[in-house]
């Protein structure tokens, strides 16, 4: 059923939404007369790279730096870039990927392969499923650029604050999903856009009502500080992105 809901309403929304993402494409190509598509290695189900398609939001070959994790005032990103990342739509061309079957509605962000080669046992489980457009993360961290700005290296800062929670939640979707779920979080995300305070109070409802932990609804609360913690499966909190 699941994959069935993702052929159907990612055609209609490619459908519906291919107007718009035409003038946003031209608009992107417009600023500095360059591809206005960005086309990424990440990692997919059973740990299977695959190509995700984005809007691109930043300069050509921003990605040559190594750095993965973006902050709010990242100067890789343009100024027509700046407007598109807020309002999430430079995630729109990511509905052919769902169509094609190697990314979900709903499931995992997908993440590079620098970042999954550092995961635990226990968060390697995360790829039995296919990775998604939203989930439970996507709202609880849609401020991700905001919690690493002027962080001297964000990318291990998203490692010590936001992979760990990041992941449990993950890991948490893994064990309790199904399509009425994902309808829910579908229809959470898109409130998100209106009021990110009431969704994380639907999202920690559904998440009680899924029999969730009071350490994940915490999570997904935002009530209390990020501080480093250690991913899942480990006690050790990250200390580099290099693998020992």
């Known amino acids: 059923m699941k994959r069935l809901f993702d052929i159907v309403f990612s055609l209609i929304g490619i459908l519906l939404t291919s107007p718009l993402l035409f003038i946003i494409l031209l608009i992107v190509w417009r600023e500095d ?52 990342r807020k309002y999430k739509v430079d995630e729109l061309p990511q ?3 769902i169509f094609l079957g190697n990314m979900s509605f709903v499931g995992p962000r997908p993440s590079v392969k620098r970042d999954t080669d550092l995961y635990t046992k226990m968060e390697r489980n995360i790829f039995k499923i296919k990775p998604g457009l939203t989930d439970f993360a996507s709202i609880v961290f ?21 992979r760990p929670r990041k992941n449990k939640l993950a890991l948490f979707y ?10 829910l979080l579908i229809l959470i995300t898109l409130f998100s856009l209106i009021s990110r305070k009431k969704s994380l109070k639907m999202l920690c409802y559904l998440l009680k009502r899924n029999g969730a932990s009071k350490e994940i609804i915490d999570i997904a609360s935002r009530k209390f500080p990020l501080v480093p913690e250690s991913p899942p499966g480990s006690d050790m909190i990250t ?3 290099k693998i020992n």
Do not use: C
């Not at 695959?50 to 902050?71: E, G, L, Y």
């Not at 849609?142 to 604050?161: G, N, R, T, V, W």
């Not at 893994?174 to 309808?183: A, C, Q, S």
């Open 33 to 84: 007369k360059s591809n206005p598509l960005y086309i990424a290695n990440r990692v997919g189900i059973n740990g299977k790279e695959f190509k995700m398609f984005k809007v691109r939001t930043m300069i050509i070959n921003a990605d040559s730096n190594s750095v993965d994790s973006t902050s709010i005032n990242d100067p890789r990103i343009t100024q027509v870039g700046a407007f598109i």
């Open 174 to 183: 893994l064990m309790k999903n199904n399509l009425i779920m994902d309808i």
């Open 239 to 241: 200390k580099s992105r």
């Open 95 to 97: 509905l052919i990927n």
């Open 142 to 162: 849609s401020d991700e650029s905001i919690i690493l700005s002027d962080a001297s290296d964000p990318d291990l800062k998203y490692h010590q604050l936001i």
